[in-house]
């Protein structure tokens, strides 16, 4: 019988359930786990390639001291002397923890009781503060507690759904799965708020792309409008609320009449009208909303602005109601319970006098941090200022995330000390650590995550740990013991941690705090997803909250919020004018240490990009598949020109995955600067004034190796792994003299035959080395665009040996006959690429998405892709009506 774990998805906030199976031959297959509250049976694209990510040679297998394999016994020695050594020589203030949601809830736990109980700082944060911190902060601000009010089955229930800076379809899928099944079932109403055209505006019925920062406008006129109609739920405002009376004041000013938002905002008056209409018409709506809000240097004030407009309507905690903070990680959640921002403490309790002797008390703690610690730009500021002296990085690449990359590099190099907690052999933030410690993973790690909708689910271990690879719970306590904490840190299981865990969420509770898992004390760690609050024991947990009032403020109510529309901190201007936008695509999760291992996955978007419109740029003299550099006051990057009409002009885009392990010169966040939110402390990651300027590179290359590439470039550069070999991009503005030896360079050494092409005239290049008639790299170069098919250049690495057609196509340059391109990967699943839809719909026979479907199976696996499918569906046919009516005209 082969077996099958029930684990959770290591990506997004969403928490698919996922059943892993041992196959006969000791291979893994996954899939959604039916029985999932989260996702019912459904995957999306990055979940359904996890198992194509176990790649022992990608990990981390022993712990190293200054770049040297060393023992666990000496590295950790080394981390807990140093650390103690900093804390008795300049205080407790002196070090820090930057830990992640992507830590399970029980490393977290033991990370915050380290620092806040035991070294008696609070100098621990967490990259959700680039993530989740504003939306914790105005949930705190307006129900007294960081509590998501609803549940998934919300954006079911309800008949308008605003999804607000979220692209819904590739950053949470499997959600965008739910919403749009739902909406084909009522005919729900779906407002996109998002500056740019995404691939979530497919199900849209309105699209407001609206000025970046522009949102508080937008929502202030909202509760305008609706307060000026009548469309307050009163009963509702006066029971459990206060402060409407200064919040309606606050956005009359802000907003006095339809027409002044929509020209701040950049829309049409009727477009503004339309959606403030349906929004007071309809009781049933959910507002999500994620990283267009969150990130933004007036992030906190949009989340309340958003809040209010709930607050107003009483449309909260009810069937199908409510703001909805989606969550990016999958943790970030349980990193909020547990306290692992420095603002807060531990089981969603503050810097309180009261809460500090509580938590004192429960961890019978030696050392209570007094008061929050430094924030994640703060924290990497105190290093150049030579406060924090010895710095520990768990689960996080902050060498790639935090804005203003470069200096956050500086301040690694500064810091006395670092260790780094990470399961992957390298990453940038590994160039920088002293101490390098070798983790678990998803597949090896135990633990509990937190979802969106506050639901625990476990995630189980189905494989060995590869080397000396250990759970990072397990290397917090061993270094807590060894800097003399080891009574209070001397858990055997995970299990242990997270009974703890529950029981000071319990502790002196009663109903005071949200966060409370009364109801899993002394039960056992099997257990299956349950949302919090759970104050007793069997059941759910409870499914959505604040319907009748119950907030966490002391008197009970919510607080509207007075907030008024403030332009981002930064404008463009003539040094600088267009505005840097960054995110997400796909198929690519962060700094792609993990999906950058799917050939797969790797396929739908092989290069780091800049997405601007037509207009800019014709304005900037660049074309699609160019390359671009683009520059800011702190840095610069050369990115691929990917022209879209969808981008603002005056806007550019730019996926924030690209990092200096795959690529040269392509770390958005190096341009990205560190302003941040004043009341949260989130960096402004979508809104940093940068220049555009065509590169210009004399040549274009395409190197091909079966090793791992040996030496990168400094103009542009970029890899993903192909099937059996690393496909590798490269230009430069620089002549080569001698490409052979730049061609030999490039290609892992050992015994190989070379066979080659010049046309030094034309600046053509090619180049094939064999062993035993095998190819181990294929190298091309053009001063154009015009490089070979990867398909084919991927096929001929699949061949035991080359023959003279296959030798002499290599010389050329190109496939002989016409071998056809899949061209970039729309569906993962099923490897259809972008050409495939192409041909397909140019028969004629198959022009809807389904028929696609039934046709080529894309899009019927994991659906991740349905919208890019409609979308080329949409140019195709355009084109072809263009083409008729040329015909036509003709
Ligand atoms: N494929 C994939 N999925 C992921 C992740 C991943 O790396 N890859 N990461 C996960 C994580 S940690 C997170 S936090 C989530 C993030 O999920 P999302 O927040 O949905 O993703 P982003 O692409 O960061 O940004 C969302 C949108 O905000 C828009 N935006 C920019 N400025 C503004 C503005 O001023 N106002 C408004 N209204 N919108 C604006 C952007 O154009 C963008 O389309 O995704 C999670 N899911
Ligand atoms: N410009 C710009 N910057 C951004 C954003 C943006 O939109 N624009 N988004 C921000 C957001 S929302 C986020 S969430 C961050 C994400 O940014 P990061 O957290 O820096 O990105 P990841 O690549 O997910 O880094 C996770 C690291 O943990 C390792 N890892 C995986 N599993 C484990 C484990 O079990 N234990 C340990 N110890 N390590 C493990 C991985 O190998 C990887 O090196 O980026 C932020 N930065
Ligand atoms: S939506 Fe996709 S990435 Fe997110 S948890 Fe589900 S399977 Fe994983
Ligand atoms: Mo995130």
Redesign the pocket.
Known sequence: MAEVVRTTC?YCGVGCGVLVTKEDDGSYTAQGDPDHPANLGRLCSKGSALVETLDDNARLLYPQMDGKRAFWDKALARVSSEFKYAIDTYGPDSVAFYV????MTEAYYVANKLMKGYIGSANIDT??R??MASSVAGHKRAFGSDTVPGNYEDLELADMVVLVGSNLAWCHPVLYQRLTAAKRERGTHIVVVDPRKTATCDIADQHLALKSGTDVKLFNGLLSHMAELGSTDRGFAQAHTTGMDEALEAARFDAPDIRSVAEVCGLDTADVLDFYKTFRRTPKVVTVYS?GVN?SSRGTDKVNAIINCHLLTGRIGKPGCGPFSVT??PNAMGGREVGGLANTLAAHMDFDDASIDRVRRFWNAPRMAQQPGLKAVDLFEAIHRGKIKALWV?????A????DANRVRRALELCQFVAV????AH?DTITYADVVLP????GE?DGTVTNSERRISRQRPFRDAPGEARE?WDIICDVAGRMGYGAAFSYETAGDIFQEHAELSAFENNGSRDFDLSGLMGQPYEFAPVQWPLRHRGGGGQERMFAEGGFYTPDRRARFLAVRYQQAVHQPDTAYPLVLN???VRDH??????TGLSARLGRHRAEPTVELHPGDAERYGLVDGSLAKLASPQGEAVLRVRVDDGQQPGSVFVP?HWNDTNSANAV??RL?GAVTDPVSGQPE??HTPVSVSAYNAKWQALVVTRGLPVASDNGYWTQITGEGCVLIAVADSEDVADWLSWARDRVDGGDRDWLSYSDPAGGSHRFAALQNGMLQAAVFVSRHSDLPSLDWVQAQFALDALGDVERAGLLAGRAPGDAFDSGPMVCSCFSVGINDLRRAIADGTMLSVEAIGEALQAGTNCGSCKPEIQAVLDQELQKAEVNTLRQEVA
């Open positions: 290591p992640s949601g992507q830590l990259n959700s680039l993530c990283q990130q990016g990680q768990m689960a996080t690449n902050p790639v995330s935090m804005p907690s990470d399961c992957v990453n983790t678990t993973t998803w790690r990072d960054t995110g997400r999760w962060h700094t792609m240490t993990r924030i958005v966040s990205v990651s979508k």
